[in-house]
């Protein structure tokens, strides 16, 4: 089993920014993927960006340009640095890990966009 601990949300104002970090308990070197999925009320589970152990990024078209994804793999944590956000971009965002043939989801961490 692999913990996935999730901070750095909160309320913020439209233009503003955070940066959300993903601790996990498992060396994340080992994983095929790290990302980072959000889901607004009503709404599916979204992909916003991953980065693979190779280090390829891929982004969700709403969020490139303003969001960075990042891994730190001596720290077992993944970052997504989120800059000019959006009213739309208010959700809760999942921190994802994918090990060979097993994937852990964290609890989430709510970001909330103020206009």
């Known amino acids: 089993q692999v913990q996935l601990v999730e901070s750095g949300g909160g309320l913020v104002q439209a233009g503003g920014s955070l940066r959300l970090s993903c601790a996990a308990s498992r060396k994340i070197s080992s994983t095929r993927v790290m990302a980072w999925y959000r889901q607004a009320p009503g709404k599916e589970r979204e992909l916003v960006a991953e980065?693979?152990?190779?280090?390829?990024?891929n982004y969700a078209e709403s969020v490139k340009g303003r969001f960075t994804i990042s891994r730190d793999n001596a720290k077992n944590t993944v970052y997504v640095q989120m800059n000019n956000l959006k009213p739309e971009d208010t959700a809760v965002y999942y921190c994802?890990?994918?090990?060979?043939?097993?994937?852990?989801w964290g609890q989430g961490t709510q970001v909330t966009v103020s206009s």
């Open positions: 980065v693979t152990r190779g280090g390829t990024t």
């Open positions: 994802f890990a994918g090990y060979q043939g097993l994937g852990y």
